[in-house]
């Protein structure tokens, strides 16, 4: 077996922002786990500049624990950016990325690196319930994820977030792509390689109330994922402007043949006339929303701007 899969060195990837009550348990139940599987091993911390005492615990415990490192940006960037630059920074030969706040459980970093150990490049976790989440939340993440993978040009596993190992070699090829919008789920379905899951139950968050909107989140997210990785919905514009193009000639052709043929009098219709309008209008509206929301994509791109800015690194 080659060397380095023999004792790999273990990067945990954690973006925070706001956790001071989270950090403490976290790092329990990690270090607990990383202990017990016995290899080299780094957690990354990476903070976006919090209100809270966030900070001050994770420098109180790299004093504890030379393996923690810290990694804190200029200003708030958001979790994408801040799980994009531990992927940057990051030092193993895997690297396991995983929210602070408990929902996703340490104890599932054992299980994924014997999925890796039996060749898998790619490991992600899988939800089989979600506790404290509810009807609407769960429903729109099932829905949006088979939206996406109707007319994405990728298969992104569903019922799945973040919470993932990926191999050194892909964490490379992710490290490559370089874009703006940091949609990892996206990213790592796209570079390939062998992939699998293991399943778990999402547990409610262990202290805190969550930086994250349930709802709004969940569906830019999916929308995320669908402008990222797929043309289809301009192509769906596309498709519609032609119908309805072919309805108003058709429409326009019963018209004259009511008037010149039958010898119909019409009679202005101020009802058909609005609906057509507002009809149209909403069209024209939406069409240029999508192509707005393509266009901006390629502004941000074309920009070239940095993710994340990092303002200072603690023991990296």
Not at 94 to 121: H, N, S
Request: glycine share 8%.
């Amino acid at each position: 077996m080659n060397e380095t899969i023999k004792a790999p060195k273990i990067s945990i990837i954690v973006p925070v922002y706001r956790e001071e009550t989270n950090i403490k348990p976290f790092l329990q139940r990690t270090e607990f786990v990383l202990t017990k599987i016995n290899l080299p091993y780094e957690i990354l911390f990476c903070l976006d500049p919090s209100p809270d005492k966030t900070e001050q615990i994770i420098m109180d415990e790299i004093k504890r624990n030379e393996n923690i490192r810290l990694i804190k940006f200029s200003r708030r960037f958001g979790q994408p950016a801040a799980t994009m630059a531990g992927i940057h920074l990051c030092k193993g030969n895997v690297g396991i990325v995983i929210d602070v706040d408990l929902q996703d459980p340490p104890e599932l970093i054992e299980p994924m690196l014997a999925k890796w150990r039996e060749g898998y490049k790619v490991v992600y976790a899988k939800r089989r319930s979600r506790k404290g989440e509810t009807f609407l939340k769960t429903w729109i993440s099932h829905f949006g994820y088979r939206v996406i993978n109707k007319i994405s040009d990728v298969s992104i596993p569903s019922d799945t977030g973040d919470f993932r190992l990926m191999d050194r070699r892909v964490i490379d090829e992710v490290k490559r792509l370089n874009e703006s919008h940091g949609f990892l789920r996206g990213m790592v379905a796209f570079v390939g390689f062998k992939q699998t899951f293991v399943e778990y139950d999402r547990d409610e968050r262990a202290s805190g109330v969550t930086n994250y909107n349930r709802y709004l989140g969940s569906l830019r997210i999916a929308f995320n994922g669908i402008v990222g990785f797929s043309i289809r919905p301009l192509q769906v514009a596309t498709i519609l402007g032609g119908i309805i193009a072919v309805g108003a000639f058709l429409l326009g052709f019963w018209i004259l043949v009511e008037k010149l043929i039958l010898q119909v009098e019409l009679t202005p219709g101020l009802t058909w006339t609005i609906v057509l309008i507002t009809f149209l209008s909403g069209v024209q509206l939406l069409s240029l929303g999508i192509m707005g929301e393509y266009v901006g994509r390629i502004y941000e791109e074309v920009k070239r701007r940095p993710q994340y800015i990092v303002e200072k690194t603690e023991n990296l």
